[in-house]
């Protein structure tokens, strides 16, 4: 270390992250007692068990508890954390050794896909696969989107990502939304707010499996469950909730709807005060969304006499893809790829959007969205009346021009990130000599970038992404990383001044 | 009565000139020269020294004061000049306040820094002014219960809307009350269907958003509406305050500001105001955003110099209506000769306040109405008097006297008066009573 020295606590980040590590017995523990009851191999969650406890081990002898976590810290622990329990996820694909997850990069994949939530999938025959290496799939989600939504709420409102600093002015939650000295109790209310949740969709699908459709028995019910308030879009099933009576179709969009909703103004409605999250302008506006594609990609499927799904079809179809993809889920219903040019490119739009901040939603989020649009219509008031000082309100609440700029800051790293993954895939592709249109390119980039699920093309719902390169895979790991954790943690990972100034 | 007034600037020296003649008057300040001159000028006794200190203030008889007006420039010296005074004995103190900071502990805390009665300069000022813009067509207009309740007469012409209609027509507003009617000279307390006639004065009591409401009913010509185009010049807090108590009234106004970060602040804090940030003298920028076609302009920039070129950069462009503030006494008389329709003294104003409260009473507030027929009284209710406890249905029927309660203040918010609701002890009670009858009703509270 002769000249340079490291200014990172880096063992408390360390530290931390071998806590989490050994915490991932618990998890594991359930798939490998599922595959003792179906009479299915054990190994691959042993083995997962063994190699976690060791990890943990091993980052736990060197951190140092002492060391205080600042938001250095806390960028690095977050890196490392949502790194090493996606590689501890894909042990037990590995040690399956059945299907093409058998290949290191396509278990990294598929677990790394699970961890963010993302929801694309390399599997092509799900009938090769156990029972409990599905399951493992669905709790790795489950996992997912419960480690953002702390990580959401505690901490990166409190570090200030892009504007996610906005969330806590805007929720006015001394009580439950700080780092120190509560994260304890804010970590505790969510983890019992998404507990909830879970077990409510979980008792919902099974009582509807059991009056309309025996194939959601209760695995599939918990499965299903696991994944759509995770907002996450595994399914254990090849049709994903397509393969369902259509009643239960329509029950997974409020549970994708409610996933996407900011857990603390759920918190608030639940404990009394309804109105802050039924007035609240990025509530207002993500619904808006909702409805409006929904409406938009209706319209589409009627006007298109290729998709003869009736009204009731036509409007679940609209419906309930749209609301998987502005949530982020990545479920589907049905192929959308079949689909008209118009109602597809519908589609590509909303994977943009995204839910509201503080949920498990990922892509881009409403409240950046709101923010810059209006921030824009004040830049075209302040073009008339160059003297005006206008601030930007969100629910009534000015919004500091420095979140202003953040925001502005994010959605063009957002962008341009998804076009040089664009441009990779196109280039990669045609590389290794596949067919790939730009569409489907800009579709793959969209929905690994920002966490979605399924694209278009051969990467569809009913698709798979082994259909890439091995090298755009890899790339999309390093992506779909980078996207969950909201870019900047790891982006300052790779500048000099984090580790030495 | 024995008064002590400590501070004898301009809002002292006023009071001290008013009481004089009737009452036991000392006034202490700082400046001994000050206060040799106004022992000759006004006939009073003057003590020179500081008026916080326990000393200089037994020295004024302090503890057998029966009223205590701190009214120095200075916030921190009136609070701490009462606080000491209450030490001392229990005299009646009153403050004269800048910072509607303190106001806003004052009122949310009885009793607060030994202050009875608290008057603040901005607040109160900004109150002048949104009157004056608000309610031209009022014949007078009193405010109540520290500003919740406004009273306001109004003389009903033959063209207004209102003549000719029932009182249950007119009173559409919920928080209003019609209180009083004077017909030839006669009172008559309305009842839903008594008619309104031209020329009659029509007495109500309500929210101030709610009697502008009502008098834009009554004279929609004079009154101005929604769409008139408000300017406020300089942020400060007295501008700051005007455009609050504007946005209260569902009016938009436009406020400039040269100061970067006070506009930005003022913004945040005004989200139906639209703050510009520039220069207000720069007559390029007024007639860039059309100022001259405002309806009304209000100057309230920190100098009087300022306020001056403003205002007569406005009425020079065509503003109807210009009104200055103006922080010396003596140019008020010049800015209303040049033109300027309105010139307000925030000294004066505050002034005039605490001399109105004195006169009057100590625990009532009130106004006189037509030549002594009626008056309009706030009483605040004690433990087991005999409003308490009872509906404003049973009063009626059980008291033998003329009177109308017009809206009751319940810890600082409004709550309006039905014959079902029921009185309590620590409300304030604004009601119209018929002169006879005042002394016996004031007696009950």
Same mark, same amino acid.
């Given at each position: 270390m002769a000249g340079s020295r490291i200014r990172v606590g880096w063992q408390a980040s360390v530290g931390l992250t071998g806590d989490v590590l050994a915490a991932l017995v618990v998890p594991l523990s359930f798939p490998l007692l599922l595959s003792v009851y179906y009479a299915e191999p054990s190994l691959p969650f042993l083995a997962a068990i063994t190699v976690t406890l060791a990890l943990g081990a091993l980052f736990r002898r060197f951190?140092?508890?002492?060391v205080n976590l600042g938001p250095r810290e806390a960028f690095l622990a977050v890196a490392l954390i949502w790194l090493l329990v996606a590689a501890v996820g894909a042990i037990p694909f590995v040690v399956a050794?059945?299907?093409?997850?058998?290949?290191p990069v396509n278990a990294m994949f598929e677990a790394m896909s699970g961890l963010t939530t993302t929801g694309a999938t390399v599997l092509r025959?799900?009938?090769?696969?156990s029972r409990s290496v599905l399951m493992w799939r669905q709790v790795i989600q489950w996992l997912g989107g419960l480690g953002i939504l702390i990580l959401a709420t505690a901490v990166l409102s409190e570090i200030g990502v892009g504007g996610a600093q906005l969330m806590e002015s805007e929720s006015q939650t001394q009580d439950v939304?700080?780092?120190?000295?509560k994260i304890s109790r804010t970590a505790q209310l969510i983890w019992s707010l998404y507990l909830g949740l879970t077990a409510l969709a979980v008792a919902t699908y099974f009582l509807l499996g059991l009056a309309?459709?025996?194939?959601?028995d209760l695995y599939n019910a918990v499965a299903h469950a696991f994944t759509s308030v995770a907002t996450a879009g595994f399914s254990p099933?090849?049709?994903?909730?397509?393969?369902?009576?259509p009643v239960i179709q329509w029950a997974v969009v409020p549970f994708m709807v409610v996933g996407s909703t900011s857990f603390v103004l759920i918190y608030f409605f639940i404990n009394g005060e309804p109105m802050r999250l039924l007035r609240n302008e990025e509530f207002h506006f993500y619904l808006g969304a909702l409805g409006f594609f929904s409406s938009v990609v209706a319209l589409a499927l009627f006007l298109d006499?290729?998709?003869?799904?009736g009204l009731e079809g036509t409007l679940r179809h609209a419906v309930f893809n749209v609301a998987s993809i502005v949530t982020t889920?990545?479920?589907?219903?049905?192929?959308?790829?079949?689909?008209?040019p118009a109602a597809k490119h519908m589609l590509f739009a909303c994977m943009f959007v995204g839910g509201?901040?503080?949920?498990t939603t990922c892509s881009i989020k409403s409240l950046r969205w709101l923010v810059a649009l209006k921030a824009f219509r004040r830049d075209l008031y302040t073009a008339i009346h160059p003297d005006a000082v206008r601030p930007v309100r969100v629910t009534g609440k000015p919004v500091d021009e420095e979140v202003i700029r953040d925001i502005y800051g994010y959605l063009l790293l957002s962008i341009v990130i998804f076009f040089l993954l664009t441009v990779v895939i196109v280039v990669d592709a045609e590389r290794a000599d596949l067919r790939v249109t730009e569409f489907e390119a800009m579709g793959a980039a969209a929905t690994t970038f920002l966490n979605i699920g399924p694209a278009f093309g051969e990467a569809g719902p009913y698709g798979t992404?082994?259909?890439?390169s091995m090298t755009t895979r890899g790339v999309m790991i390093v992506l779909m990383w980078i996207g969950r954790i909201e870019i900047i943690p790891v982006l300052v990972l790779f500048t000099k001044a984090f580790w030495t100034s | 009565m024995h008064v002590v007034i400590v501070g004898a600037g301009e809002v002292g020296t006023s009071i001290a000139a008013s009481l004089a003649s009737d009452h036991e008057v000392v006034v202490v300040d700082v400046d001994p020269d000050r206060a040799e001159q106004l022992k000759y000028e006004l006939d009073v006794l003057t003590i020179a020294g500081d008026g916080t200190a326990s000393g200089i203030q037994t020295a004024a008889n302090v503890d057998e004061a029966d009223m205590i007006i701190a009214c120095t420039d200075d916030d921190r010296t009136n609070l701490v000049t009462c606080g000491t005074a209450k030490t001392l004995g229990d005299g009646f103190t009153i403050a004269r306040v800048k910072s509607t900071e303190y106001l806003r502990t004052w009122e949310g805390n009885e009793g607060a820094f030994g202050v009875d009665f608290m008057v603040c300069t901005d607040l109160l000022t900004a109150q002048n002014i949104v009157r004056v813009i608000g309610l031209p067509a009022a014949i007078d207009v009193d405010p109540f219960a520290s500003g919740l309740v406004q009273m306001a007469e109004f003389e009903i012409a033959a *063209? &207004?809307?209102?003549?000719?209609?029932?009182v249950s027509e007119a009173d559409?507003? *919920? &928080?209003?009350?019609?209180?009083g009617l004077f017909r030839d000279g006669e009172m008559i307390i309305p009842r839903g269907d008594t008619d309104i006639e031209a020329g009659d004065r029509a007495v109500v009591i309500g929210s101030p958003e709610s009697v502008q409401s009502f008098a834009n009913d009554v004279a929609p010509d004079t009154t101005p509406d929604r769409a008139d185009e408000i300017v406020i010049v300089g942020g400060s807090e007295i501008g700051y305050q005007t455009a609050r108590l504007l946005e209260e009234r569902e009016f938009t106004p436009r406020l400039i500001e040269q100061d970067a970060d006070r506009a930005r602040t003022l913004a945040e804090d005004l989200p139906n105001t639209i703050v510009m940030e520039h220069d207000a003298t720069d007559t390029e920028f007024l007639s860039r955003e059309h100022?001259?076609?405002?309806d009304i302009v209000v100057t309230a920039l920190r100098s009087d110099e300022k306020n001056l070129l403003v205002s007569v950069l406005a009425k020079r462009m065509g503003v109807d209506r210009v009104i200055a503030v103006v922080?010396?006494?003596?140019?008020v008389t010049v800015f209303e000769e040049i033109g300027i329709d309105i010139a307000i003294n925030p000294r004066t104003v505050t002034a005039e306040e605490i001399t109105r409260f004195t006169y009057e009473s100590i625990a009532e507030n009130i106004a006189v109405l037509e030549n002594d027929q009626a008056e309009v009284l706030e009483l605040e209710l004690t433990e087991?008097?005999?409003?308490?406890?009872?509906?404003i249905a049973e009063l009626v029927e059980e008291i033998d006297a003329r009177f109308v309660i017009g809206a009751i203040t319940r810890n600082h918010a409004l709550v309006t008066p039905r014959g079902d609701t029921v009185l309590e002890p620590g409300d304030h009670v604004i009601l119209l009573v018929d002169s006879n009858s005042v002394s016996e009703i004031a007696s009950m509270a």
């Open positions: 951190g140092d508890p002492e050794g059945v299907g093409t997850i058998a290949h025959d799900f009938s090769l696969h939304n700080k780092l120190t000295p309309f459709d025996p194939r959601m099933e090849p049709l994903s909730v397509g393969a369902f009576h006499p290729a998709t003869a799904f889920t990545g479920y589907a219903s049905t192929d959308y790829v079949l689909w008209a509201m901040v503080g949920s992404f082994a259909s890439f | *063209e &207004s809307p209102v003549a000719g209609q029932t559409r507003f *919920e &928080s209003l009350t019609f209180v100022v001259d076609e405002a922080d010396s006494p003596d140019y087991g008097c005999r409003f308490a406890g009872r509906s």
